[in-house]
């Protein structure tokens, strides 16, 4: 196993030895509180461009389950078709494991998808630096190699246009409700819980002009990065407002598109909320749950126009969670109702969308 360290934009350093693909790289670094579900994880299309820190510190003892397709083409225990995260970074990775449905290690699962693993970090401790400073740029450096990688501009890159499809791609055709869902880097398990609702599931790039198409409703999936620099998908959002009542729902970044074609901006969060243990609260309810959440932006609610309001709220900084118009079927939660590994505390957002088809 080969030396690596972690080299933060603040100058910190953390070393560690290698455990994945050996080769440097740079990334925004954030952490993630959850106990289990690192495959959900790292084939998670909101982590593209970021080194993921797991802060349970023991990482791999369960393996990495095989990668199969459902009936509709769509993984069965990954998020995605790939790895996304630029690097893991973990405190003690087990080289031995033991599942029912393992079929790798989760060193050879990154070795052969060429993303670098780090073991042996003091993940406490970089943890306590991500929550005083704030996420921070960094670069995993291997000590006997001479090629050198630039920090990246994480802010600057539309890293939904990365992710997206490319094309439109159907599911459950010529099932009951037709429902168009934007494309901005949609796990797969959002798409599971559309279809086993029984509907078509229409996915569409994240710039594409939906507008000229025949459907039921609109489903705004997730996405990494700065939801400002989608802007082609807020003014399609906003035309298809102005033109029909159809149902819209959103999710995570969807929560952010929905809110800045509500008129509301976005701010950048200090450290983030990722993980599966965000207490969140359904506005003038004493209703609260626990949610599963993986973004570094938030809706400034105060900013929100006239005929909208908040529908959810986090608990523990008081930070927007959801929206949803005074008058229209249009709502969104920035928490992740889909989870998978879980909590499934929230999946009724779903039914809720559901209901709202005519």
Request: contains cysteine; charged residues 25%; glycine residues 8%.
């Amino acid at each position: 196993m080969k030396n690596v360290t972690l080299v933060l934009s603040d100058g910190t350093t953390f070393c560690g030895k290698s455990f994945g693909y050996e080769a440097p790289v740079a990334g925004e670094v954030v952490f993630n509180t959850a106990m289990m579900g690192y495959p959900e994880s790292l084939t998670d299309p909101s982590y593209a461009g970021q080194l993921l820190v797991l802060t349970y510190p023991l990482v791999g003892n369960y393996g990495v389950p095989a990668f199969t397709m459902d009936a509709q083409g769509l993984p069965l225990f990954m998020e995605s078709d790939r790895i996304y995260v630029s690097g893991l970074i973990v405190n003690d990775y087990s080289s031995f494991y033991n599942h029912w449905n393992a079929v790798e290690s989760l060193s050879d699962w990154l070795k052969r998808e060429k993303t670098p693993g780090v073991t042996g970090i003091d993940t406490r401790e970089l943890t306590k630096v991500l929550r005083s400073h704030g996420v921070m740029m960094g670069r995993l450096v291997f000590d006997d190699d001479e090629r050198e990688v630039q920090e990246i501009d994480y802010a600057s890159i539309n890293f939904v246009d990365q992710v997206s499809c490319k094309k439109i791609i159907r599911y459950n055709e010529g099932a009951g409700k037709k429902v168009v869902l934007l494309d901005c880097g949609a796990k797969a398990n959002i798409i599971r819980c559309l279809i086993q609702r029984g509907v078509e599931v229409v996915r569409v790039p994240w710039d594409y002009d939906y507008t000229k198409l025949s459907f039921d409703g609109l489903f705004l999936s997730n996405g990494p990065g700065d939801p400002n620099l989608c802007s082609a998908a807020v003014d399609i959002l906003r035309k298809q407002m102005s033109e029909s009542n159809k149902p819209i729902c959103g999710i995570c970044m969807g929560n952010q598109l929905l809110s800045k074609a509500a008129g509301a901006t976005i701010y950048k969060l200090k450290y983030g909320h990722r993980g599966h243990n965000q207490p969140v609260r359904m506005k003038d309810t004493n209703r609260c749950f626990v949610t599963s959440q993986n973004h570094g932006y938030a809706v400034d609610a105060k900013t929100l126009g006239q005929d909208w309001e908040e529908l959810f709220v986090n608990m523990n900084d008081g930070s927007n969670e959801g929206i949803r118009h005074k008058e229209k079927p249009w709502f969104s939660c920035q928490f992740h109702p889909e989870a998978c590994s879980g909590p499934v505390d929230t999946e009724f957002i779903f039914d809720k969308f559901i209901e709202t088809l005519k």
